[in-house]
């Protein structure tokens, strides 16, 4: 299992479809923020995960249709959310808790996401409509993300949270990129639920 | 190695300038000082021998006064120049070299403005499916290259600037994608030269600034259960997965022009469908909707296409508008009636009328039914009441039955409305009117066009009980005269109608009136024209106006009401041609008529014969005054004009004439040599013998002729005095009475030349008449002429007088008879042979035509006067002989005609 905490800056400039993690650079724990946080914040954040929840499953079927067989016809073998180190997430937990997990889980599937989004340009270069789909929800995870830090920042001064990245898809097949991006996005759909329900 | 040196150490000399400014370049603000300041190089003032006086400075080829110059120490000068205006100039630093030659020596541009105001209304708007654009106002203008920067960021990040671009400095979309939920602060700096300002800052939430995309209508649907509904069914934004949504839905009838909106309380959440209520039956609606966020922030997306829908239908809402016209028949007890009803607008109609059902009752009569199609229907009636309902029907049911009364034929229609007016207004023709005392059912308004081409074809409407004004819906044309007819109609049948005309719009005339004289006087002229026919009038005709001219003066309009047909223009002159023309005005304009000329008379009518009548009765009755007056004078007159010539009878010139000189009598060419005579004898020669004379007679023809040539030069002996006078009516009387004074005691004298009243002879010549013959015997004996006459027509024996006559007409016989009765004293055989020849000759032809004869004399006439003027001599020539053979066989006879005068006599 692969552990590494992220400083918290550094994974506010995470871009979308990096190919690796980022490095693990220690910074020392300043919170600041470019602008006073809105004071609807967690509620930002209830529609930012419900937007996510609305269009997990559509991204779900879209990325699995494009990949082809036989991955529709055998999604539970392909597809099962087996994602063995994906951050834990504990719905009855405190709020700063809950938005400390959900920071690791956004991080993991920005990360994952920007993986699979650099595969898929390759292994389906004419898939635009999954593209755009992957592009938008990376866009919208990168918002949740600034959002979650300006709560943790503003409310709970947490200045840093160690984060986990997926597995490197780089140098898998493409079978393998494949599965490991349908995997990830089944994940992604089943925990998006939960945390839009735990908000 | 040292060539290239030298060389490098030449161009730095070339180039470098000899000073320099400070600063190297300057964007002043407008209305600021500005101070440059110019640094002479130690080698130029010594190479030209220049110090800072020697500095002058320019901008743009000008001078710059040097009351503005600073000289600051031997090689500076500056310059300055205060509250700069709007200026983009060269300045430059010049040196006067060797006291006369100018050189610039180094030159900085000088620009002004103005910092940048602070963008203001600095606004974003998120387009769904596109980046985010925002936009402000710029404020004034800077004059200088201004950069305007649109920075955002999220209280964690910062995003890339959006710099406008130089056509669209007001406003700039972003690079990257919205990301909504995640507020971000967005401002607007604003930089050039001569500063930098940022607008204020704005923080928001993207997706409060969103504007959707908007719906899209599925379908509209009906319900046979409700024909008052129909269901709008659409998909809009995927926005709605995430965010609550809002709804505008509006509707209208296909024909209207105006929406009708769906209450907002009952859109205000997300939905896909909607069910629109109380809609008219059968009626297409036509659909909108748009969508936005549900708290109100943000934008309206756009309006949806339209999409249409009809409603079911419905029974018929209301009775058809039902009416009646009597056609004429000959048929005697029935009546020949046309129903007619107007087919229900599809408001009122709910659906397809598949038929209309009319029934028919008469008193105490069964009913009758029809089922027609059609909207008329004729039917015979007798001279009856009778009732007639209409009911018409769709696939859902049947209308309100409409009954509509037929009176007898009796029936006297009365209480018919008042005060009817009819004006256009809102290009429809409205009819107003005042309800009659009577309780009305419905008023039935009738129109058609008035035309003198085609026939009046009423269209017609049907209005309620309670209305007093309404409009006439049918398609009426402009500038046609309309003839309406309002008729209420009561329970027991119509009442009396009332007519008004109108017009939807009026026009000036199309045609103008023909205008023409009835009368034309010396000052005066009555016009007359037709009115014009209602199909040209285009308007109520309100006025005419006359225009008439003469040709060189200027036109005169007189305005005539519509009402009069003709005019009379007065003060017109007299003997000169008027054009005029008319035109007819509406209320729209007017049209002029052709042109028409006509020309005054010089003298009225009647005046002529006022001048002329007195004229001539005052010349007749001056005559007739003239006349009485000769005729009470007649004595006195002809003493002066004809004064008494000396009876020969009373003559005593025997006895004072010592002796007589006979010669002298006869030959005039002794006795007037010059040819001069002092009176004229006519003889007039007469035959009735169309044949010529023979030849034994041409002398005597001769003679004659000789005669007509030389009328008014011979004298004649005898003091016949006929000839003196131009006036032988007079003469003859007067020679009458002179012969029967002189009776037979007068001897015959000699031709006294003596002058005519007092004129004076040339030559005196005193002769006396020795003959004792009686003088001018014939008229002493007139029975003689009258029994001449009598043998002249029985025996056919011209008598011998005829062939010498004096031209004196009433006493023509008198030379004649004495010729004759001389003739027969004269011893002479020649003469005697002479005379008895012609008579003979001419008796020979006197069986012929008297008129022919006289034809024939007349035809000798030309003959005469073939000889001509010219030949007049020769005539009298032959005068002279005849006259001269006269005088050789004898004595001279002293009656036959001495001279012939030329044109003195002409043949009767």
């Known amino acids: 299992m692969r552990v590494r905490v992220v400083p918290l800056l550094l994974v506010l400039h995470w871009k979308q479809g990096a190919g690796s993690p980022l490095p693990i650079t220690p910074v020392n724990a300043t919170c600041a923020t470019r602008h006073p946080c809105p004071s609807n914040l967690m509620n930002q954040i209830r529609n930012q995960l419900g937007q996510l929840n609305s269009s997990a499953n559509s991204l779900f079927i879209l990325y699995y249709t494009a990949q082809g067989e036989p991955f529709p016809n055998n999604l539970d073998k392909l597809c099962g959310p087996n994602v063995t180190d994906f951050p834990p997430f504990h719905a009855n937990g405190t709020e700063k808790a809950r938005l400390v997990e959900l920071y690791r889980i956004i991080a993991y599937l920005g990360a994952s996401l920007g993986n699979i989004t650099r595969d898929q340009k390759v292994l389906n270069p004419y898939a635009h409509g999954l593209h755009s789909r992957l592009n938008a929800t990376a866009d919208v995870l990168r918002g949740l993300l600034s959002n979650v830090l300006c709560r943790l920042c503003s409310k709970y001064h947490v200045s840093h949270v160690d984060v986990t990245y997926g597995p490197d898809t780089s140098g898998k097949d493409v079978f393998q990129k494949k599965k490991l991006g349908c995997q990830l996005l089944g994940k992604y759909k089943q925990v998006i639920a939960v945390l839009a329900q735990a908000f | ?908």
Not at chain 2, 7 to 32: K, N, R, T, Y
Not at chain 2, 559 to 575: A, G, I, Q, R
Not at chain 2, 855 to 864: G, I, L, R, T, Y
Request: net charge negative; charged share 25%.
């Open chain 2, 1 to 908: 190695m040292l060539t290239f040196t030298v060389f490098l150490l030449f161009l730095c000399e070339l180039i470098v300038p000899c000073a320099h400014i400070h600063p190297e370049s300057s964007v002043v603000q407008i209305g600021s000082n500005f101070t440059a300041v110019c640094v002479l190089k130690e080698k130029c003032m010594d190479d030209y021998h220049v110090n800072a006086d020697d500095i002058f400075w320019k901008t743009s080829r000008a001078t710059v006064s040097r009351d503005q110059y600073t000289v600051i120490n031997r090689t500076s000068s500056s310059v300055t120049f205060l509250n700069i205006p709007l200026i983009n100039v060269l300045l430059t630093c010049n040196i006067r070299m060797f006291g006369q030659i100018n050189r610039s020596v180094y030159g900085i541009r000088i620009i002004s403005g103005l910092p940048p105001e602070k963008p203001e209304n600095l606004t974003c708007i998120v387009n769904e499916g596109k980046k985010m654009m925002c936009q402000w106002d710029l404020g004034r203008e800077t004059h200088l290259e201004t950069n305007y920067t649109l920075k955002s960021e999220w209280a964690t990040e910062k995003f890339e600037d959006c710099k406008a671009k130089r056509d669209t400095p007001t406003s700039c979309t972003v690079d990257y994608p919205p990301v909504y939920f995640v507020n971000i602060e967005v401002w607007v700096e604003a930089e050039n030269a001569l500063g930098k300002v940022a607008s204020d800052h704005i923080n928001f939430d993207p997706i409060d600034k969103v504007k959707l995309n908007p719906p899209h209508i599925l379908s509209v649907n009906n319900s046979k259960e409700l024909s008052s509904i129909l269901k709008l069914t659409w998909t809009d934004s995927r926005f709605k997965s995430f965010i609550t949504l809002k709804y505008d839905i509006q509707y209208r009838t296909k024909d209207a022009s105006t929406w009708n909106q769906v209450p907002p309380e009952d859109t205000s959440s997300t939905r896909s469908s909607f069910t629109v209520q109380d809609l008219k039956p059968f009626t297409e609606y036509v659909f909108r909707i748009r969508c936005m966020k549900e708290d109100g922030k943000g934008f309206w997306s756009d309006w949806s296409e339209e999409a249409s829908g009809i409603t079911y239908e419905d029974r018929p809402s209301k009775a058809p508008s039902f009416w009646y016209k009597i056609e004429p028949s000959h048929a005697h007890g029935t009546r020949s009636v046309q129903l007619k009803w107007k087919t229900l607008p599809p408001f009122e109609a709910n659906g397809k009328i598949l038929d209309y059902e009319v029934t028919l009752t008469r008193w105490k009569s069964r009913l009758q039914n029809y089922t027609v199609q059609d909207t008329k229907l004729m039917v015979n009636l007798t001279n009856d009441r009778y009732v007639a309902t209409l009911t018409a029907r769709n696939t859902v049911g049947k209308s309100d039955a409409s009954v509509l009364t037929i009176p007898a034929w009796d029936f006297q229609a009365t209480h018919p409305v008042t005060d009817l007016k009819a004006f256009p207004k809102d290009n429809v023709l409205w009819v107003e009117w005042t309800a009659p005392n009577e309780p009305v059912n419905r008023y039935i308004l009738e129109w058609c066009v008035l035309s003198d081409k085609s026939p009046c074809i009423p269209d017609w409407q049907q209005e309620d009980g309670t209305v007093h004004r309404t409009y006439l819906r049918g398609n009426l044309v402009e500038s046609k005269c309309y003839l309406i007819t309002v008729t209420p109609v009561y329970a027991d049948g119509p009442g009396s109608p009332e007519h008004i005309k109108a017009y939807l719009k009026q026009a000036a005339p199309s045609k103008g009136p023909t205008v023409r004289t009835k009368k034309v006087g010396k000052n005066e002229a009555v016009l007359e024209w037709d009115q014009l026919p209602v199909d040209v009038q285009n308007g109520f005709i309100r006025n005419y106006t006359i225009f008439y001219r003469t040709v060189i003066g200027n036109e005169t309009a007189v305005n005539v009401d519509s009402s009069h047909t003709e005019y009379t223009l007065s003060s017109l002159t007299s003997d000169t041609l008027y054009m005029v023309r008319m035109a007819a005005y509406t209320d729209e304009g007017g049209k002029d008529g052709p042109e028409f000329t006509f020309t005054t008379p010089k003298f009225a009518q009647g005046e002529i014969e006022a001048i002329v009548v007195p004229v001539c009765l005052a010349f007749l009755l001056t005559t007739l005054l003239g006349v009485l007056f000769c005729f009470n004078k007649r004595d006195l007159i002809k003493k002066h004009i004809w004064p008494n010539v000396p009876d020969p009878s009373k003559s005593h010139i025997a006895q004072w004439s010592p002796h007589t000189p006979p010669r002298h009598f006869n030959s005039k060419d002794q006795m007037y040599p010059d040819g001069n005579f002092t009176d004229v004898s006519v003889v007039e020669i007469e035959a009735n013998d169309k044949k010529p004379f023979p030849e034994d007679l041409k002398s005597l023809d001769l003679f004659k002729k000789e005669k007509v040539n030389t009328e008014g030069h011979s004298s004649g002996i005898g003091g016949s005095s006929c000839m003196s006078s131009s006036r032988p009516s007079i003469s003859s009387s007067d020679e009458n009475e002179s012969a029967q004074n002189t009776s037979s005691t007068v001897q015959y004298s000699t031709v006294v030349h003596s002058g005519y009243r007092h004129q004076v002879p040339s030559v005196q010549v005193f002769s006396r008449s020795e003959s004792t013959q009686p003088l001018l015997d014939s008229e002493e004996r007139p029975e003689d002429l009258q029994l001449a006459d009598n043998v002249d027509g029985s025996d056919g024996i011209l008598p011998r007088q005829r062939y010498f006559k004096q031209n004196c007409s009433q006493h023509e016989t008198s030379p004649d008879i004495s010729h004759f009765e001389r003739s027969q004293q004269v011893p002479s055989v020649n003469e005697e042979d002479f005379v008895r020849l012609k008579q003979q000759q001419i008796s020979d032809h006197i069986s012929q035509p008297y008129g022919s004869g006289k034809m024939k004399m007349f035809q000798e006439v030309p003959a005469v006067d073939a000889f001509g003027p010219g030949i007049e001599g020769q005539v009298e020539r032959f005068e002279t002989v005849g006259m001269e053979a006269a005088v050789d066989e004898g004595m001279p006879k002293s009656y036959l005609p001495q001279t012939v005068r030329r044109g003195g006599y002409m043949p009767q």
